[in-house]
């Protein structure tokens, strides 16, 4: 993985057809999407669950571009091995999870991935402030984790922040959370370069109409690069 600030669309795999993931992956990937993103929810961090990590590893047969794994679990820590084991290229943890995020991505790079540190909405920018130096990726939750669909929270001015932080660092700013058309600008304008984007991409869409796919990550990745 080579690093740039060039936008990227993460579609999240959370608004495809669970029954039916490995075409929904090649759909996305044909259509344009620049990474895969991977919600993983265990019921306890946030109130919903997904799937784990043989799921994972079924994923990352069919994933040729990036799997951006994201974890709201916790603790983080027992399943680090697991989910690197399972193919991830990227593993983002929450600070919120548990006491100990420094040592989270420091396990995590260790396991040969690259770390994410996630944000919830209440978590400001300057938490990450000390942990830049084992972080790859800073992940801005743009609705309180747990379901797709939901209303964006203006974390514009977080994102600003955390780009006054990251400085030059070769660090990317993910947005995870109510992206599409309407808000991507306003967070690519603040500095993100990752956008994670589940029902705007996957509406209207299916894997035997994976034009419509297509069609929205296009018309996503134009607002945010106007
Ligand atoms: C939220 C997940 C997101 C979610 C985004 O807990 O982490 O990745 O799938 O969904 P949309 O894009 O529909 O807000
Ligand atoms: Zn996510």
């Not at 091995?81 to 290229?89: I, K, L, Q, V």
């Not at 084992?134 to 929270?153: E, R, S, T």
């Not at 955390?162 to 991507?184: F, K, M």
Request: hydrophobic share 45%; aromatic share 6%.
């Amino acid at each position: 993985m080579t690093f740039d600030r060039s936008i990227k669309i993460a579609p999240s795999i959370l608004s495809a057809d669970f029954a039916d993931f490995g075409r929904e992956i090649q759909a996305i990937e044909a259509e344009g999407a620049d990474w895969v993103h991977v919600d993983v929810m265990d019921g306890h961090f946030v109130p919903n669950i997904t799937f784990g990590p043989p799921a994972v590893a079924a994923f990352r047969k069919h994933v040729k571009t990036v799997m951006d794994v994201h974890l709201m679990i916790a603790p983080v820590d027992p399943y680090i091995e697991a989910f690197a084991d399972a193919g991830s290229d990227i593993i983002t943890a929450h600070i919120e999870a548990g006491p100990h995020i420094h040592r989270t991505l420091q396990a995590i790079r260790g396991a040969g991935c690259k770390a994410g540190v996630a944000l919830n909405p209440g978590t400001p920018a300057d938490a990450v402030a000390e942990l830049l130096d084992v972080a790859d990726l800073v992940c801005v939750m743009g609705v309180n984790p747990g379901f797709g669909g939901q209303k964006f929270i203006d974390i514009t001015g977080k994102v600003r922040r955390l780009r006054e932080l990251i400085g030059d660092r070769p660090i990317h700013i993910e947005i995870d959370g109510g992206v599409d058309q309407t808000t991507a600008p306003l967070v690519a304008d603040a500095g993100a370069d990752v956008l994670v984007a589940g029902s705007a991409v996957f509406r209207g869409g299916s894997v035997e109409k994976p034009g419509v796919y297509g069609d929205n990550i296009r018309v996503i990745r134009a607002a945010a690069e106007a």
